[in-house]
């Protein structure tokens, strides 16, 4: 068996939209971004390529490549898949927290759920997903952003 995990980070901003797990969420501002910025899915492709010792999301999809400009996070999910399992591991579990003040995200956690164990052909029991507030503290508390951190372990194929 072999852990990894990740984190990511992208700034609120107006005109966007507030993708989280691949779900469009109404919001007033969304996450800045080359992609749609979906901070949960970039944590757990971080968590994923860090237990296979396959670098970083960055690595893999750089912000700089125009084929990743507002691409869809779960259509990365699906490659960063592909890529651990060509290196003979597949997820095991995956356990992330969604970390910001607003908006409140309960109501959209099972539909996250479905989103990315659907692309990871992954039983939704081994998919937990939680979101936290940081009580007004620090840039999450202020409103700037949300972050998101996830663990991630794989067994060999």
């Known amino acids: 068996m072999r852990v990894g995990i990740g984190y990511d980070v992208h700034a609120l901003t107006t005109g966007r939209d507030l993708i989280l797990g691949g779900v469009k969420i109404p919001f ?3 996450l800045l971004g080359h ?5 949960l899915i970039h944590a757990i492709i971080d968590a994923m390529l ?5 670098g970083d999301i960055g690595h893999h999809f750089p912000d700089q490549n125009q084929d990743f400009k507002n691409i869809s996070s779960l259509i990365l999910l699906g490659r960063a898949k592909d ?3 060509e290196a003979g591991f597949m997820v095991n579990n995956i356990d992330a927290i969604i970390i910001a003040e607003k908006p409140r995200l ?3 956690i ?3 759920k479905n989103n990315i164990s659907r692309v990871l052909n992954l ?3 081994y998919l937990n997903i939680k979101a936290t507030t940081t009580e007004g503290l620090g840039f999450t508390g202020r409103g700037q952003g949300i972050a998101a951190q996830a663990i ?3 067994v060999e194929l």
């Open 123 to 125: 039983d939704k029991h």
């Open 50 to 54: 860090g237990a296979a010792a396959l």
């Open 28 to 30: 007033n501002l969304g």
């Open 106 to 108: 309960a109501q959209y």
């Open 110 to 112: 099972e539909e996250m």
């Open 152 to 154: 991630c372990s794989l």
């Open 83 to 85: 890529k651990i399992i």
């Open 35 to 39: 992609s749609d910025a979906d901070v």
